[in-house]
């Protein structure tokens, strides 16, 4: 029994499929509404929140077209400027009208282009998956496959960023290392002080001071008498 695939005729066909089989692209999805006006040529296909009340913008496409990604950029904004009016309206949903809403989109495949383009932008969560409607025998089912999430994206980075991380150090390194830190480090050679012998004391001259010193007794002479 072989699988055929079955062609879809317009978007609000599909609209209809995707929003019964919302689960397939995540099972916190809460479909809100459906076939929403944008301006004259956009419509927001279908408009739900997740668990959180993150509001998530669903846009459709039955063919290849890089414009849905136009369409999805200016429903995203559409939401985002009346997040408070949603949640007063549809007060039943749990809506976070603080959370900046997502987009996701789904089409039967995605061109070179508009995959680089949404891996290239920054501040906008946008999810990619691709749609089959198959027949086997007397059953027929939409199957939704998704090509680019950011969830899957942020899990490689940090699994990339874990292969990068320094391996710790082994037991037997970081003894090594302990035992490097605790030798103590040479000290600075101290200079020699060279040695002088002590001052000798200064010889004065001494002064001869008359006061002090005794005089010494001249002998006497004698007068010699002639007569």
């Not at 009346?82 to 061109?111: C, G, M, V, W």
């Not at 991380?165 to 035992?179: F, I, L």
Request: charged share 35%.
């Amino acid at each position: 029994m072989s699988i055929e695939r079955i062609k879809v005729e317009s978007d609000r066909e599909l609209e209809q499929m995707v929003t019964k089989e919302i689960g397939q692209v995540s099972k916190d999805l809460n479909v809100i509404c459906s076939n929403v006006s944008v301006n004259g040529k956009t419509n927001l296909d279908i408009l739900c929140h997740d668990n959180n009340g993150q509001l998530v913008i669903v846009q459709l496409s039955v063919n290849e077209d890089d414009i849905m990604l136009l369409h999805g950029i200016q429903s995203l904004d559409y939401v985002d400027r009346f997040k408070a009016f949603l949640k007063a309206t549809y007060n039943k949903h749990k809506i976070d009208d603080k959370e900046q809403p997502r987009l996701i989109l789904i089409a039967p495949s995605f061109s070179d282009v508009l995959r680089h383009a949404v891996q290239g932008m920054k501040g906008i969560r946008i999810d990619l998956y691709e749609w089959e409607y198959l027949k086997l025998g007397d059953h027929k089912g939409l199957r939704l496959q998704p090509v680019f999430t950011w969830a899957q994206t942020e899990r490689e980075e940090k699994t990339t960023e874990k292969k990068h991380e320094p391996k710790p150090a082994k037991k037997k390194e970081v003894e090594q290392v302990q035992e490097k830190k605790e030798e103590p480090e040479p000290e600075p050679p101290v200079e020699e002080v060279p040695t002088f012998p002590p001052p000798q004391p200064i010889d004065e001259p001494e002064e001869e001071k008359e006061d002090f010193k005794p005089k010494k007794e001249e002998p006497s002479k004698r007068k010699l008498k002639l007569f």
